[in-house]
């Protein structure tokens, strides 16, 4: 499946990550916004956390790239997995997720393992199953221990610098109206703000 995105250009699911993407619980993040309630004061900023999910599975394919460029070897199967778990680190998300977790403290924060552990019994982990996936992400998505996957995999899910911050730092401010963009340049002149 093929999906234009504004920030990666286009981004290409392979039969797998397609499969998690079309899954309810996954589909609902179409309907989050990614910066609550941003676009008051950014109009543009409605982009979601679906868009922002599959961005992440998109950085999450162009490290595993650049780390096979470097000699690594990395397998399709840990390849898709990754991408899988990169795909679904939001999918706990609610409605203005993080002022309901971080600031006022209503919430368990939707990236810890309570909340990421009970959709693991129900129709995700069904999927991850018949995947053959549900232990490698479950591991990458930090709810098991048990090695499954190397430390470097897990970090390009959730380090210091993920898939993640590199898909939203880049989305954010594209949506906000801060990220160069070819379309604000004009002809022999410099992007500045």
């Known amino acids: 499946m093929l999906l234009r995105d504004p920030v990666h250009g286009d981004i290409e699911l392979n039969p797998a990550e397609v499969q998690i993407a079309d899954l309810a619980i996954v589909q609902r993040l179409r309907g989050i916004k990614q910066l609550g309630t941003a676009h008051l004061v950014y109009p543009g900023a409605l982009h979601t956390r679906f868009d922002h999910s599959v961005g992440v599975c998109a950085v999450a394919h162009e490290i595993v790239t650049a780390l096979r460029h470097s000699g690594l070897h990395v397998t399709e199967d840990l390849e898709t997995a990754i991408a899988i778990a990169a795909l679904l680190h939001d999918v706990t998300h609610v ?50 221990s048990t090695e499954s996957a190397p430390q470097w995999a897990k970090d390009i899910v959730s380090g210091c610098i993920d898939a993640d911050l590199l898909d939203y730092l880049r989305r954010d401010s594209y949506f906000a109206g801060s990220y160069p963009n070819p379309a604000h340049r004009i002809a022999g002149q410099r992007w500045s703000r």
Request: zero cysteines; glycine letters at 12%.
């Open 95 to 144: 409605p203005f997720g993080h002022t309901l977790e971080d600031e006022r403290r209503l919430f368990d924060r939707h990236d810890e393992g309570s909340r990421l552990a009970q959709l693991f019994s129900r129709e995700l982990g069904h999927a991850l199953e018949r995947l053959g996936l549900r232990e490698i992400v479950g591991h990458l998505l930090g709810l098991s």
